[in-house]
T-cell receptor, first 109, second 114 residues
Framework: RKEVEQDPGPFNVPEGATVAFNCTYS??????FFWYRQDCRKEPKLLMS???SGNEDGRFTAQLNRASQYISLLIRDSKLSDSATYLC??????????FGRGTSLIVHP | NAGVTQTPKFRVLKTGQSMTLLCAQD?????MYWYRQDPGMGLRLIHY???????AKGEVPDGYNVSRLKKQNFLLGLESAAPSQTSVYFC?????????????FGNGTRLTVT
């Protein structure tokens, strides 16, 4: 089992839709979790950290489920500009952040 | 505030040539990382550093060397480039390893080895 796994998609949704991605991780000792957004051929940019109690930033909601070892990202009211690849990042007890391969989102008119 | 700066942005090498990629950060971060990204493979860690004067191997270190002589700089060297090293290289840094310390990325270096 890979350390961090994501469904590659693509998720193809209309504008205004709600879409959710999951990311599973194998190391139960993992301590910190992040969602990044990456546009084609650009560097990953931090979307949000994932807190134990869950957190929200505008249309984006992140959740952590330690028992089942996954994090999720919910996007409400999708915009065309949300089209991108979403990367989850898990950092365990070591210094090393591990990236999932990303989930591709396409929002169409 | 420049953040993380990578140079060069693009480079074409012939097989066997050498080069050094420079990563510089002005955020006083302790931790620095070099990743490569290939289609369908995601970001894979090449080498990382937990502080000035320290380096360690990541997931795919073969064919690369690194140095962290100054806290703000992390250099990635290719001694004898191979076509398999054609990739996009990203440098990243973080203040610590905690939940409130995400990675900050440079713009990337696009390397082609012919």
């Amino acid at each position: 089992r890979k350390e961090v796994e994501q469904d590659p998609g693509p998720f193809n949704v209309p504008e205004g839709a709600t879409v959710a991605f999951n990311c599973t991780y194998s190391n139960s000792a993992s301590q910190s979790f992040f969602w990044y957004r990456q546009d084609c051929r650009k560097e990953p940019k931090l979307l949000m950290s994932v807190y134990s109690s869950g957190n929200e930033d505008g249309r984006f909601t992140a959740q952590l489920n330690r028992a089942s070892q996954y994090i999720s990202l919910l996007i409400r009211d999708s915009k065309l500009s949300d089209s991108a690849t979403y990367l989850c990042v898990v950092r365990g007890g070591s210094y090393i952040p591990t990236f999932g391969r990303g989930t591709s989102l396409i929002v169409h008119p | 505030n420049a953040g993380v700066t990578q140079t060069p942005k693009f480079r074409v090498l012939k097989t066997g040539q050498s080069m050094t990629l420079l990563c510089a950060q002005d955020m006083n971060h302790e931790y620095m990382y070099w990743y490569r990204q290939d289609p369908g493979m995601g970001l894979r860690l090449i080498h990382y550093s937990v502080g000035e004067g320290t380096t360690a191997k990541g997931e795919v270190p073969d064919g690369y060397n690194v140095s962290r002589l100054k806290k703000q700089n992390f250099l990635l060297g290719l001694e004898s480039a191979a076509p398999s090293q054609t990739s996009v290289y990203f440098c990243a840094s973080s203040y610590s390893t905690g939940w409130n310390s995400p990675l900050h990325f440079g713009n990337g270096t696009r390397l082609t080895v012919t």
